[in-house]
């Protein structure tokens, strides 16, 4: 019998217990949501975020699928030009090595371009161009010139300026050449200038500097007699130096020169860079690998002659 009282008695506080807690977790609910931080509306919103991002994602994969599927293979880079260059790119043998003369005969026979295209030289050294020794500049005057017309200033005031100007000079003078460069105004390919005018120069070595203009006394454009500098730079004086690789891009010439022209220009240049060899490099070969093409033509393997 008292064991019947004592169930009962435990009944009877579950169901008194029961609702009471029931009650309270509505409330704390309740208030939460008066908080707006459990919401019915802001779980809603929630689910709803989550569902779109799941779908998203689906979407996502399916559509990378479908891409990799219908992708078409990579064209080679020849076959990405256009049809008047692959058709000249097609007389020369990928793995042959020309001769001087030979390759430049093939290259003016392949340039695509009907204006009359530069033919440029690219010579990859064995050297290293963050040693100084191995930084290879200098200039070579081309016996056949470059075919561009040249436009020299000289930074020289105590030059008789008449004959700076008949030389081939076209702008004479340190205070007009300063005057142009104050407004950032450049007119001219090459500047030649004094020893004595150099410190001037400094200031404006940020504008010149990046487009090679900067007088250099390696490259000719710095020294006492301006006047041969002028007879020289528009005879065909051409300044080279090694990038950041070691390799020298330079214009040798105009198609319409022909191959003899072009291959003295070619030799020039060939020889004043093997005059140039720093004594640091012992052994081995100085020109690694000689290329020639044209404007936007393809290019050619060369050889430099080079034992």
Excluded: C, W
């Amino acid at each position: 019998m008292a064991e019947a009282k004592k169930a009962t008695k435990k009944v009877t506080e579950a169901e008194v217990v029961e609702p009471v807690a029931e009650e309270a977790a509505a409330q704390a609910e309740a208030k939460l949501a008066k908080a707006g931080k459990r919401s019915a509306k802001a779980v809603k919103e929630t689910e709803a975020k989550i569902a779109k991002e799941e779908r998203k994602a689906q979407t996502s994969d399916g559509a990378t699928e479908a891409r990799a599927v219908t992708q078409k293979p990579t064209r080679s880079r020849l076959e990405r030009r256009g049809k008047k260059y692959r058709a000249v790119a097609e007389k020369i043998e990928k793995d042959k090595v020309y001769s001087l003369k030979e390759g430049l005969g093939l290259a003016i026979a392949t340039s695509p371009t009907k204006f009359d295209a530069s033919v440029e030289l690219h010579l990859n050294l064995n050297v290293d161009p963050k040693q100084a020794d191995q930084n290879i500049r200098g200039s070579v005057a081309l016996p056949s010139g470059t075919g561009k017309e040249v436009r020299i200033a000289v930074a020289a005031d105590t030059v008789d300026a008449a004959k700076l100007t008949a030389a081939g000079a076209a702008l004479v003078g340190e205070e007009k050449i300063f005057a142009a460069l104050d407004k950032g105004q450049i007119d001219f390919d090459v500047l030649i200038a004094l020893p004595a005018v150099m410190p001037k120069l400094g200031k404006y070595a940020r504008l010149l500097g990046p487009k090679g203009l900067m007088p250099n006394p390696k490259s000719g454009t710095v020294t006492p007699d301006p006047i041969k500098a002028v007879t020289e730079a528009k005879a065909g004086r051409v300044e080279y130096r090694v990038d950041s690789t070691g390799i020298i891009h330079l214009s040798i010439g105009k198609v319409s020169f022909g191959v003899e022209k072009l291959e003295a220009n070619a030799a020039a240049v060939i020889g004043a860079i093997k005059a140039a060899k720093p004594a640091s490099i012992k052994g081995g070969v100085f020109m690694k690998v000689a290329y020639l093409s044209t404007s936007m033509g393809p290019s050619l393997k060369i050889t430099t002659s080079e034992s």
